[in-house]
Each structure stands twice: as structure tokens, then as C-alpha cells.
């Protein structure tokens, strides 16, 4: 059948989650401007508790978006210029980016080719006495292994920080994303598990200082009004409109993420026939506290077609799909000055020429699904 006469299955569709908040959302907007307290108002510190409450632990302060509660975050946990900070080679662009705005060295590590996430051996080889802090990144919604990483850290004596922009209410080993280490930091990016009409993002952490630090660099580096004590301050504040739609979504969240991990759990036995024609998903190690921000398969040297032909032939079917990532940070322009070649890698180079994310989001339905595999497994049997 050509894509024109097919019902598009789209990458991610918001539809299905804003259709029964819609009222409620216009509602907050109209209450918001009557009360006229657009930049950090009630409805910030309101869902500012709520959050972190959610996320077990006890302070959150929102900001603009994921990379601000990385940058600032960071700088308010004392890392700063002559410091290394180890993070993942294969991660969105912006874990990089916090990192390298505090003035701090980023040390890249490769990963784990099952899972994705960050390679705690390959981790711990790269601690030098300059090493301050550790970002483990909850890839696709799956969080790095609490236990093994607070040993680590408590080992070398690092700060963890958490890049849990992937992993809204995850949880591993009985902890929850962003509870682990001194804070963490998400993003409310729209297509987010927990996402806002627009940007937006919360650092979160159990210390009180920490939290204090970065709602004062949010707002200037002041610590009150004119009376600015930082320099490392900014304007990124998360819109009380945004927090108001996100602490509408809130209590949404737990059957939301489960919707998208039974989902999954329909994918894997679906697809898994296909392994015999190399296409394999990532591998869950976390169970139900997976909450597949992605659902990720990869296209292995064994299938009879690449990821790239996989995809254009998805597409011919009307079937959107993502890379996350295509192009590994240690290999991306921007960065060349931190002197990687391509083969540094190897595991995060390889998974960019392999992974293929399919659509994945509560409100997909299990027809939709079937339509995907078959679609997949058309594409491997007539290849064009
Ligand atoms: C892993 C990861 N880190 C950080 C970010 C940055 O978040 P934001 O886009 O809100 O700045 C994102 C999302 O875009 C992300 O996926």
C-alpha cells in the first residue's frame, strides 16, 4: 500500500494526554492571568514541592529547562574550572553542554551496548585525582544502577549528579530518578514523559543549599531583589503557566509511564522473533521501572537491511521514527577541541549507526504496534 492511503503513525502524539486536560489547562492560564504572578508564582512553588516529593527527595527548583538544571545545578554543587566531571559519549548534546558551561573538563566514557546507559568499569578507569563529579545519564527512561553507582562514588569520592531528563518517576534497586546523588536534573521539554506546553525544566536535591544556590543563579545570581551576590547568574525561570500544566499532568504520571512500559512489554514480544533476523531491543534491566521515554531497537550487522533503509522503508509505511543519537558527542563539531577521533568509542559509535527509536507514547495504541512490527518485518523480508 503506498503512505498516502495509510493512517500516519506519528513518532509522538501529545494529543491523547491533552485532550481530557484541555479545560482544566485553560482554566489555570485565565486563573494565572487574573492573578497577574506570571514569573515565579504560586503554581512554581506549588508544583516545585510536589515534584520532588514525587521524586523522593526534598527540594526542587525550576528553571527554563533541562540544561539549566544541569548547568546550574552543577555549579551550585561546587564544581567549577580545573575539575573533571565523567559522562557518557552517548547522551543528547546538552548533558555535554551543563557540563562544559561550569568551567569544568567533561571526560567522556563509552557505554554499555545492551542497555546504553554509561559503563561504570569504563567509569571508574577514567577517575583521576582531578575528578569531582559523576552525570550518569537515565537514558530512554531507564536509570543507571543506584547501588552500583553510589559505591562507585562513595569509593572516589565523587558528587553524583543526575541527568534524569529521560526519566521522569523511573526507579531501579527501590530508588527513583533524581533521588540517588546531591541533585539531579530533568527537563519538562514537551515531548518529555513529563512534558510542558514549551521549555521548562527542575533541579531537585536533598540539600538545602543546593536548591538555594540555583534559585538564586536562576534569577540573577540575586539573593534578593537588586542585591546580586553571583556571577554565574541568569534569567531562566520556569513559567508559572508551565508549572501549572505540568502539576496538571502530575498525578497522570504513574499510569502514564506504565501505559508506555506495557507498551514496550507488547513491543519486545512482538519484535522478538525478528532477533533471528538481527533486529534486537534495548535490553531492560530495570522491569517496571523502565518508563521507555523511548522504545529503542537496534538494526545489527545480521539484519538483512541497515538502520538508515529500515527507516526510509518505516517511512514509505507512514511510520515516524527517531535517532537518539545519530552522531555521538565525542564526535560532534562543536566539541572537536576535546581531541576524540572516531574509534575512541567504540560501543557509542557503534549503537549510532545502529539504534532506531520506534513511536512510543501513552494513548499508542497495540493496533498501531502491530502495525509497526509488520511494517518491520515486511521491510526485512522484501527489502527494496
Ligand atoms: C538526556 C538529556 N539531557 C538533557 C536534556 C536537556 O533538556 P532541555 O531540552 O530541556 O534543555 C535533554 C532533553 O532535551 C535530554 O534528553
Not at 492573578?35 to 515565579?40: E, M, Y
Not at 506546553?197 to 531583589?225: C, F, H, I
Not at 519486545?268 to 533471528?276: E, R
Request: hydrophobic share 45%.
Amino acid at each position: 500500500m503506498s503512505s498516502s492511503s495509510l493512517e500516519l503513525i506519528p513518532f509522538v502524539d501529545l494529543s491523547w494526554q491533552h485532550r481530557p486536560l484541555k479545560a482544566d489547562i485553560l482554566a489555570m492560564v485565565k486563573a494565572v492571568m487574573e492573578k497577574g504572578d506570571c514569573v515565579l508564582g504560586q503554581k512554581v512553588t506549588e508544583f516545585e514541592t510536589a515534584f520532588a516529593a514525587a521524586c523522593q527527595t526534598d527540594y526542587g527548583v525550576g528553571v527554563g529547562c533541562g540544561t539549566d538544571a544541569i548547568a546550574l545545578g552543577l555549579r551550585a554543587c561546587g564544581i567549577t574550572a580545573g575539575d573533571e566531571v565523567i559522562l557518557p559519549a552517548n547522551t543528547f548534546i546538552a548533558t555535554l553542554i551543563g557540563i562544559v558551561r561550569t568551567g569544568a573538563t567533561p571526560i567522556l566514557v563509552d557505554c554499555d551496548p545492551q542497555t546504553a546507559l554509561i559503563d561504570l568499569d569504563a567509569a571508574e578507569r577514567a577517575i583521576t585525582p582531578r575528578t569531582k563529579a559523576i552525570v550518569p545519564v537515565h537514558l530512554y527512561g531507564q536509570m543507571v544502577s543506584p547501588t552500583a553507582l553510589i559505591a562507585l562514588a562513595k569509593r572516589h569520592h565523587l558528587i553524583i549528579f543526575e541527568d534524569a531528563a529521560q526519566a521522569h518517576l523511573a526507579q531501579r534497586e527501590g530508588y527513583r530518578a533524581g533521588s540517588i546523588g546531591m541533585a539531579a536534573g530533568f527537563s519538562f521539554y514537551p515531548s518529555k514523559n513529563l512534558g510542558g506546553l514549551g521549555d521548562g525544566g527542575m533541579l531537585v536535591t536533598p540539600q538545602e543549599a543546593v536548591a538555594q544556590t540555583v534559585r538564586s543563579l536562576r534569577n540573577y545570581g540575586a539573593t534578593r531583589k537588586y542585591f546580586h551576590t553571583d556571577p554565574g547568574g541568569v534569567n531562566s525561570r520556569l513559567d508559572t503557566i508551565q508549572a501549572g500544566v505540568l502539576q496538571l499532568k502530575l498525578p497522570h504520571m504513574e499510569a502514564w509511564n506504565q501505559a508506555r512500559n506495557q507498551l514496550a512489554q507488547y513491543y519486545d514480544a512482538a519484535i522478538a522473533p525478528l532477533a533471528q533476523k538481527g533486529i534486537v531491543p534495548m535490553t531492560n534491566v530495570s522491569g517496571t521501572g523502565h518508563v521507555y521515554h523511548l522504545y529503542v531497537i537496534k538494526v545489527t550487522a545480521d539484519c538483512p537491511i541497515d538502520r538508515n533503509l529500515l527507516q526510509t522503508a518505516l517511512n514509505a509505511q507512514a511510520i515516524q521514527t527517531g535517532i537518539h543519537y545519530p552522531i555521538p558527542c565525542h564526535l560532534q563539531p562543536a566539541f572537536s577541541s576535546l581531541g576524540h577521533q572516531p574509534g575512541n568509542f567504540p560501543y557509542s559509535e557503534a549503537l549510532s549507526q545502529e539504534i532506531l527509536s520506534l513511536p512510543m507514547y501513552p494513548g499508542l495504541t497495540l493496533e498501531q504496534v502491530d502495525r509497526v512490527v509488520a511494517a518491520i518485518h515486511f521491510a526485512l523480508t522484501s527489502p527494496v
